[in-house]
């Protein structure tokens, strides 16, 4: 059991309510059955004596989550730049002091829109297919309401954290926090997510400097761009019998030879059994 998922489960009358409902079925038979249904709670990030962000979240790690919001936004660029972090449970308020160069408004901060690519790390099919069979295995609260999503932090081949949330950005902000507050380098790390890779979620994973990013979902056609853009190694629709590879940025003129014979004796095999 990873770190923190004993407290998760100390406070499941906070994160979901039993909620009784009617079951109708094609044969026209009425069932009263009940559900743990989840509860959404509202996160607001104070920066500097400005409140900075409200957030639609789920009630857990939620320092985490505002680290990592402010990281994958640019405002901070190491867990140095945070001077103070500390969490008001009773009034749901995460509250920070940060170093702070850029500009400030009335409206908030405006983070580092510059991006710069990724540095590659070498990565293992076995690797992810550990992380799809983690996955398939289910996380606490969404074995109760199918309503979660979830995402895991890959270290020194291993899994080092994990994390569920109602919305999958927040969950990887949960995920770069942690890493942030633990001194854990991203750039070493390989993150999975439960939901789908649109480009602002590639932006993300290229803010906080991950290398290599997998989801049990799908990218979208903008999220490759942007990935093959940076220099982001993308694996998507990574379940525990295959992956699919659309950018791959880490192994080398050897694997893409190895790629492109495998794939040619496919071919050729499909071509005698047709």
Known sequence: MFEGVEIILEKENQLYKNIVYTRIGRDAIYREESQAVLKEHTLDICVNGIRLETITCSLQYLE????GYLYTKGIVKCREDMEEISLNEEENKVTLRVKWDGSCTRNGFSGDRHMNPVRPLLWK????FQLADHF??????HKKTWAMHSCFLWHEDKIVFECEDI?????????AGYALLHGIELPKCIIYLSGRIPADMVRKAVMAKVPVLVSKAVPT???I???EEYGLTLIGAARQDMIR???DFS???EYENRRINSCRREKQKNGRNS
């Open 125 to 128: 099919e076995e690797q992810i």
């Open 221 to 223: 056609a903008d999220g």
């Open 167 to 175: 919305g999958r950005h927040n969950a990887f902000d949960k995920v």
């Open 251 to 253: 192994r080398g003129k």
């Open 64 to 67: 985490e989550l505002a680290a």
């Open 225 to 227: 761009e942007m990935a």
């Open 136 to 141: 398939a295995q289910g996380t606490p609260v």
């Open 245 to 247: 590879v659309y950018t």
